[in-house]
């Protein structure tokens, strides 16, 4: 192992060195051990906003979409336990209710929320501050094409569907989403990260990530989480003026905790959370894979292959890492590229983050549709590891 993790090494620090990106890191374990732990550059004052700490392993940042396998973990164990029913017709739950006008008889369930499959696009703005609610949202326009058959048959990717699916379980529950996510998910793997920073301990915070993106000859910008979000003590959520969290009625407003992407955590808890939903058989069953000869929903040029309610995966003929099965997800918000996989033939997880992009690290690698140029070395640094295993 020691020579692929020179190499591996060497392939964070290059890119770091390149200034495409302000930090980047890469973490590998098996067996539930660590094996290789890497990350390199800024965690913080990459924009001269902040004295400059160094990105490490153990710094939490927002991971964007790779925080819906947490929602999505949460909705399935609250559902063995019976506190909700996941394939229930949940358009009623709304006020107005939520009616796909292509198809205004069609139930819609949380599993097809989870998996994209419920009939929705993403409209414009698809969160709401404190004290809106969930459905001034709701759009004509963020319904997907009725060419792909009802809710349940089609595929597009929807970030709105989660903010959708946390109104329900706060519904079903009475409690916030932040509160629900850590006590049936986080706290029991023992991690210290929540939602929008909720729950998650001041020294851990402190020692957070910025993140940045940079036009190409510019300097860094801050995109999320400069200092007051890292120095703050409560949850970072959008509020209009005299707005109280203390007041908020669970189930309202189901996007106030970013059940989209508004995950703190690292690099280790990323890989921990990867392993966690892997070992979920309710977060491994496909509810979609793409048919090109249907279509039957948007791949997005071949970036979604299979779907679970909560979950992406690429099988080993059309993998990331070549002949490697993968099941996690990936993220990209606010300049940050992140993903967290557990391989199921290896038994191990890779959990990687860059957390900035320049212009030319967003173009997409010819390697494979969810690799981008500022990826491209920690995904080549994962197959060497993973091929020593």
Do not use: C
Not at 282 to 299: E, Q
């Amino acid at each position: 192992m020691r020579i692929p993790a020179a190499a591996a090494r060497r392939r964070i620090e290059d890119l770091v060195y390149s200034a495409m990106v302000p930090a980047a890191g890469l973490v590998v374990r098996q067996r539930g051990e660590v094996i290789f732990a890497q990350a390199q550059g800024l965690a913080q004052g990459a924009a001269g906003e902040a004295d400059p700490a160094p990105f490490t392993p153990d710094a939490p940042m927002r991971i964007a979409s790779v925080s819906k396998m947490a929602v999505a973990m949460t909705a399935h164990r609250l559902a063995a336990k019976g506190a909700l029913d996941i394939d229930a017709d949940i358009r009623a739950a709304f006020s107005p209710p939520l009616i796909n006008p292509h198809f205004p008889d069609a139930p819609i369930t949380l599993r097809q929320l989870l998996s994209h499959t419920a009939g929705l696009e993403d409209p414009e703005v698809y969160w709401q501050p404190l004290p809106g609610r969930t459905e001034t949202l709701f759009t004509q326009t963020m319904w997907r094409t009725p060419d792909w058959g009802p809710p349940g048959a089609g595929f597009r990717y929807a970030n709105f569907g989660y903010g959708l699916a946390g109104a329900i379980l706060e519904q079903a529950t009475g409690d916030r989403l932040d509160r629900l996510t850590a006590r049936e998910v986080l706290a029991p793997l023992g991690l210290d990260i929540g939602f929008n920073w909720s729950g998650v301990s001041s020294r851990k915070r402190r020692h957070g990530a910025t993140l940045y993106s940079r036009e190409a000859e510019g300097s860094w910008q801050v995109q999320a989480d400069g200092p007051t979000n890292l120095t703050g003590s409560d949850p970072a959520i959008l509020t209009e003026d005299g707005a109280r969290l203390a007041d908020y009625v669970p189930g309202t407003n189901g996007t106030l905790f970013s059940p989209q992407g508004g995950l703190r955590a690292s690099l280790h808890d990323m890989a921990i959370l990867a392993r966690a939903a892997a070992q979920d058989p309710a977060m491994t069953r496909p509810v979609w894979r793409f048919d090109p000869a249907g279509p039957n929903g948007d791949d997005e040029q071949l970036y979604f292959e299979t779907f679970t309610p909560g979950a992406q995966i690429h099988e080993a003929n059309a993998s990331p890492i070549p002949g490697v099965k993968l099941i996690g997800h990936h993220g990209e918000a606010y300049g940050l590229y992140s993903g967290a996989f557990h391989a199921p033939t290896l038994d191990a997880e890779i959990a990687f983050a860059v957390t900035g992009t320049s212009v030319p690290g967003m173009e997409r690698s010819p390697h494979h549709p969810v690799i981008v140029k500022a990826t491209e070395p920690l995904w080549a640094a994962a197959e060497t590891l993973l091929a020593a295993l």
